[in-house]
């Protein structure tokens, strides 16, 4: 199988490494290293959208939709935005965001982008959001000022041009002063830690053929024209006047190689293309070389790849150690091909070590996100094609994409940033699938890279029952109905969803017909045990329909309903269980708790048993090895018994980790002799175990009270019902029980109290307390989510007030008050039944579901009724 893992091109590279160079292009933060303000929302219908991929204006703009250019930038928008391929379409989807959720909207259009240095002197500062504003949608923050030196000479030769008087000091003193305050300012720059740069438009006034040496009576010659021709009522708004233009860049250099500053902050000349007031002859950095030579202590950067001259650009970063070459705005100005041949062409000479990159995102964010997304596409197909070749290494590769999207303008500006890569899911790879996910097979791939070939491949699930189910291949034949293009889904009976824990098919269920279980490869893990790795599968009717029954694609749904509100939420899980150990022979065979030897709540008396305590290091290291974060271990107030805390991860993928969790653990349990169960009462006079979650909006807005109130009253409003999925079978009813930590049985909630049934921790955070590892945590989950939702929806009203004390404990007035006023259900079938009653929550789960859970739910009490109290415990401490 010379295709997968480990098979390499005629140069020796394997895909595992090309997918490695991908993966970095990918996941790679930016620091934007010259951007320009956005448009106050009030300012955006000034200014045509058709800007964002030219640099064409007044009746030139119009002929930009025959681009190549502005066709990318349409299709590309088009994907993201989800409307049709027209530039009507996008156009009215992005209005239709600048109405419905602007912020969430640039939010998206800035993804990835870890800060931005502005150029805020392009712009009437009352049309534009200021630099610090922007520091809402980067990752790091901390957004810096570009001081562009010409708008800083415009704005003292207008203020002298107003007060000048013919009659008053002479026009040399005027001067004279003017260059003062110029100086004054520009050291109050080179001091300001919120500016890292300077910038001069020189390029687009007299040229970049800066003299060596300034002629000073040029440029006071044309200080008293502009002096002596001033009009009272106009305002100096254009510093395009010879000599002055050389003066103001040369002073700047000046002050910076005078600074004392160990760091010199660098000038970026704007170089190469620009709208059509520029002339392009006189836009070449070749004629900054005289300049570059004056101040080899002050260091340069050359904008916008300096387009077409990009190879003089990079000759001249390569043989000056003073100068760096920006290869931004090309990006999405440029056809793909051009910007891959900007990438070759700095690359032919230039070290990576002296490139930067940048957006000249400007105005609309949408500038930003097209210049992000084609980027990385031209960087991967570039880097790949040399690496392919053999050009280049891939680590190298790997250490050139770092260092130019951040590791060299953050040691340029002096930003001292920590470099922390981006979740890189769903963005585009050289032959992925066509809407940009990774196919299967190179999931698979890069999952395997540096691990050694397993046996089998499990895809699995959780039944109504919370029976984990499995079915397994073996790799080799999984890997080649990858390679053959066939899809892996494996028929399973529909009565699957309709089986008790001793495969009884409940009423309503039925063995005629088949669903088809498709592995989610987003969930690709190791383990359980050596020689498997697992996926979570998700069923579907023959056609790839959902299936309505699914729990995991309830629990997808809810999470989809969810985010048509604007809520995302994080779930992390606490793992409470118990270990336990087989006594007797034969029929006296039985679970028996460990010796106690004074065990308690967070005691370290079980911790000192070497066996235990490798078996807990075991459970902490293996999950971590396998991307799984633990954050705390602790033993709990049972003998035996302990909890494992998980992070807190996006819904869907918080309980695939929970459940592979579990499997890894349990199956550590066997192996060192023991048995670990999530009975939630499996000994009367012991304490019992929990599934405690823990809830908080991730969404914008999500820590406001009027949000997070509103959606957990929707979930205490269908607590009742709820229950029948939280605390899903008869045992889980001898656990909640008053006054032992347990959550109660009183709907209520309170900050930090764990008595009772949901604990506000703070803001958004909240912990769901009356769960158990009996329940199906992704139909308990999805219940919920929908509960919650529906209370935002609603905008439901938090009537229950925040209780300080143990509901249990106070008094019927005292509840009353609190409007603490209905028990929860004291048994699975009065759940059942209070799930029945509410209408609201059986129409937003779905009628079928429900009519489901409830048949295999009753048919599940029965057959557990028949058994006697021991067998019982035993029975469902063997499966659980």
Known sequence: MASYLGGRNARGVTKAQLDEVCRVIRSTPIIDNHAHPLLKTEMLSRKPLLNMATEAHGDAIHATTTSLAHHRAVKQLASVLDCGPTWESVVAAIEQKRIECPDDWVSECLDGIETILLDDGLDDEDDVYDYAWHNNFTRGGSCKRIVRIEAVATEIIDRHGRAFDQDGPDV????DNMLEEFDTQIKQAIADPEVVSFKSVICYRTGLKVPKVVDIAAARESFADIMMGYEESGKFKRLQHEGLNDLFVHHTAVLIRQSQARHKKPIQFHTGLGDNDITLAKASPSHLQEFIRAYPTVPMVLLHASYPFTREAGYLASVYANVYADIGEVFPFVSRDGQEGVIRQILELCPWSKILWSTDGHWFSETYLLAVMQVRECLETVLCDYVRKGHLGWRAAVQLTRDVFFNNSNKLYQLELEFEELDSDGLTTPGSAPDGRRTDLEV????????????????SWLDYTATPRMRMVPYGRFVSLLEEGKPVD??????????????????????????????????????????HISMCGEFREKDGSRVALCPRSQLIRATELALQQELKFLIGFEIEFLLVQRTGTGSDRRYETLTNDGHSWSTSHYFADPKVSALLKSMATDLNSMGIQVEQIHTESAAGQFELTLA??????????????????????????????????????????????????????????????????????????????????????????DSVWAGGRWVAWGTQNREAALRKIEGSHWELKSMDGLANPYMALGAVLLAGAAGVVRGEEMVWRDCELDPARMTDNDRREMGVRDRLPESLGQALEALRADGDLVKIIGPEVVERYVAVKEAEARMLAEMGEEKRREWIMERY
């Not at 349990?669 to 009367?684: C, D, N, S």
């Not at 009253?713 to 889980?732: C, K, M, N, W």
């Open 648 to 737: 807190p991860l996006p819904p869907v993928e918080a309980v695939d980790t929970l459940v592979h969790a579990r499997d890894v653990m349990s199956a550590l349990a066997v192996a060192a002799g023991y048995k670990m169960t999530l009975h939630p009462k499996p000994f009367a006079h012991a304490a019992g175990t929990a599934a405690h979650v823990h809830m908080s909006i991730a969404s914008p807005h999500g820590d406001r009270p009027k949000v997070y109130e509103a959606f957990y009253a929707g979930i205490l409003r269908h607590l009742h019902a709820l229950t029948a999925f939280t605390a899903s079978s008869p045992a889980s009813y001898e656990r909640l029980a």
């Open 172 to 175: 040399d003193d005027v001067f």
């Open 490 to 531: 494996i028929g399973i009976t529909k009565a699957a969803l309709g089986l008790l824990q001793n495969d009884t098919m409940v009423q309503g269920a039925s063995a005629t017909g088949e669903y088809r279980i498709h592995p989610d490869f987003s969930s690709l893990k190791p383990g359980p045990i050596q020689g």
């Open 444 to 459: 698979l791939e890069f999952f395997m890279r540096g691990r050694e070939i397993p046996d089998f491949v499990r895809i």
